[in-house]
C-alpha cells in the first residue's frame, strides 16, 4: 500500500510540477489565468529568492517533496534542477548546471515581465 501511494504520488508531481512550469511561463496569455499567473509566479520567485536564503538560490518546496518521494523510491543521482532532471528524464541528455539554471531565470523573468504587463495593461 505504501509503495502504491509513493507511485501515486510520483505520477502526481510529474504532471502536477511539469503543468505549474508551463502555466508559469505562459498562462499569462489567457485573460482568465493572468492574475493567477501572477501569483504563481510571485510564488516561485519567493520559493526561489525567500525560501532560498536559508534553503540554498532557487530552492523549490515542490522539488524537494518530489525527490524525497523519488529517493524512497529507490532513485538517487538527481540533478539539483527539477528542470534539468525532466531534460535527462526526457531525452536521457543531462544538460550544464549554468545552461539550465540561466535559461529557468531568463526565461521566469520573461515570464514574469510579461504577466506584470499584461496585469497592468488589461486590467479592469
Known sequence: MKETFLHLANAFFYVFHTVLILFNLFGWGHPKT????????LTTFGSWGVLGFWKGWGYCFLTEWHYGILQRLGEHGMPSSYIAFLVQKITGWLPGTGLVNSLTLGLALLALLCSVWVNLRFRK
Open 34 to 41: 493572468r492574475k493567477l499567473n501572477l501569483i504563481s509566479l
